[in-house]
């Protein structure tokens, strides 16, 4: 089983980025492993049961919902809704990572993993 988790911080004002929607499915298969939401702290933590190595797999992060009504007009329009991640999960029993910062106008990411 590997167990793919996530921290959302907000560098507009550094706090954490909670309540944000994911969505996380095998892009090869377009199934949905699961559907939840980043806690206050802004973490997400799911286990994966028997992921396929060689599939690519896809967070979409909703944060179009997130920035309503938290960023003022001085921030100009906003166009991003969501932030689309795609993967692979090659170590069945691995542990991956997917830390975001977030701004109303982009992102930064970076991945890592452990191995099982």
């Known amino acids: 089983m590997a167990v793919v ?5 907000n560098a507009v004002d550094g706090s954490h980025a909670g309540g944000i929607a994911v969505r996380m499915i ?9 559907d939840a939401a980043m806690d206050d702290g802004g973490r997400l933590v799911r286990e994966i049961v028997d992921p396929v190595s060689t599939a690519r797999y896809e967070m ?16 100009g ?3 991003m809704e969501e932030v689309v991640i795609r993967f692979f ?15 109303p106008h982009g992102f930064s990411l970076w991945c890592s993993t452990e191995r099982g």
Not at 64 to 75: D, I, L, N, P, S
């Open 89 to 103: 999960m090659p170590d069945p029993a691995g542990r991956y990572h997917v830390p975001l910062i977030l701004s």
């Open 5 to 9: 988790s996530s921290h959302a911080l």
């Open 60 to 75: 979409v992060f909703q944060t179009g919902a997130y920035w309503e009504g938290r960023v003022a007009q001085a921030h």
């Open 26 to 34: 095998n892009f090869d298969t377009g199934e949905i492993l699961f």
């Open 77 to 79: 329009i906003r166009i």
